[in-house]
T-cell receptor, first 111, second 115 residues
Framework: GESVGLHLPTLSVQEGDNSIINCAYSNSASDYFIWYKQESGKGPQFIIDIRSNMDKRQGQRVTVLLNKTVKHLSLQIAATQPGDSAVYFC??????????FGQGTTLQVKP | ETGVTQSPTHLIKTRGQQVTLRCSSQSGHNTVSWYQQALGQGPQFIFQYYREEENGRGNFPPRFSGLQFPNYSSELNVNALELDDSALYLCASSSPGGQFQETQYFGPGTRLLVL
């Protein structure tokens, strides 16, 4: 079945270090991927997106890498800050307006 | 902040009751999607509305229904509430709708508890 999965449920990093959150997707036909950040009690917040005709896209302190060969997506956060602590979801487009979300990875930033 | 608003923020209902949740889309967005997020899980797609019509539907029973109004705001209605309907209900807006997938921006959600 269709699914987007995350490799690690929890990632703990030291403040100032770089963080890498991974995601595997199953639908090789997916052409659009998004990373969301969700803080406790809030809705998902858009971080960055990438279309399948790209391998890499950079934002402010964040980079998304897409490897279509192995159906893998990653989010890199540079110089991780305490405010980055949240649950991170990858999502792929599932057709007709549907986003398919993974289970999420909790990022804990230690001071 | 995305500009997507939802009401109410919290709601408590009992089994068998009906509930209506509301969403106002971000300015300029004509498409609204609804998701259910159970505790500790990722959001699950319920349906999407574009030009006041349902544009796609996830694996949810017919007792989950919706509306979109001319001003692009939307309602999610759930009939015959079950305990498993307890969740965070998220609304997301995007533009344009139809064929192309565009970034969906989420509201803060409505927390529904069914007792």
């Amino acid at each position: 079945g269709e699914s987007v999965g995350l490799h690690l449920p929890t990632l703990s990093v030291q403040e100032g270090d770089n963080s890498i959150i991974n995601c595997a997707y199953s639908n090789s036909a997916s052409d659009y991927f998004i990373w969301y950040k969700q803080e406790s009690g809030k809705g998902p917040q858009f971080i960055i997106d990438i279309r399948s005709n790209m391998d890499k896209r950079q934002g402010q302190r964040v980079t998304v890498l897409l490897n279509k060969t192995v159906k893998h997506l990653s989010l890199q956060i540079a110089a991780t800050q305490p405010g980055d602590s949240a649950v991170y979801f990858c999502a792929e487009n599932g057709g007709t307006g549907k986003l398919i979300f993974g289970q999420g990875t909790t990022l804990q930033v230690k001071p | 902040e995305t500009g997507v608003t939802q009401s109410p923020t919290h709601l408590i209902k009992t089994r068998g009751q009906q509930v209506t949740l509301r969403c106002s889309s971000q300015s300029g967005h004509n498409t609204v999607s609804w998701y259910q997020q159970a505790l500790g899980q990722g959001p699950q797609f319920i349906f999407q509305y574009y030009r006041e019509e349902e544009n796609g539907r996830g694996n949810f029973p017919p007792r989950f229904s919706g509306l979109q109004f001319p001003n692009y705001s939307s309602e999610l209605n759930v009939n015959a509430l079950e305990l498993d309907d307890s969740a965070l209900y998220l609304c997301a807006s995007s533009s344009p709708g139809g064929q192309f997938q565009e970034t969906q921006y989420f509201g803060p959600g409505t927390r529904l508890l069914v007792l």
